[in-house]
């Protein structure tokens, strides 16, 4: 086994969060959908994706190193929002929290000297510069149209700026 108990439980609890994550973003891209904002709704849909495929990228490192999976339960996500300012500033606000959860693995991994993981680990450090950074972008996108959200429906058309996928599927 290339995995200690110790991270391996660690990923195992990070696995139920970025299936949450995923589950949340699928209630905020049907807040906007049902508003007929398709592209806020797309962009939601789509992060809702890249969610599932990083809890998918924990589920395969963990069997590939021996350990053994086990998903835990996830809670339900919100599905009421103020404001679409509410919605992203929550998607904001746990891209910067997942931002501490990855640092956090990534700091037992070095210690317990386990480069392997580390080297998994690296994958996700950089996907999460993307992560806040693009939820950062939408954050201020959405402040500064001040409720015209079709302003901001005009701003994704022209600008898509969805993080960049680093070989997620590879
Ligand atoms: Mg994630």
Known sequence: ?????????????????????????????????????????????????????????FVHYIVEAGGQVRVPSVEGPQSDFKSAKEAVQAAFNWEVEVTNQINQLMDLAIKKNDHIGQDFLRWFVAEQLEEVSTMDTLLSVVERADQNLLWVEDFLARNPIVAEDHGANE
Not at 22 to 40: E, K, R
């Open 1 to 57: 086994m290339l995995i200690s108990e110790e991270l391996q439980s660690a990923m195992n609890a990070q696995i139920g969060r970025e299936f949450g994550a995923s589950l949340q973003y699928v209630n905020i891209a049907t807040y906007f959908d049902a508003d007929s904002l398709p592209q806020l709704a797309a962009f939601f849909y789509r992060q809702a994706e890249e969610e599932r495929m990083h809890a998918m990228k």
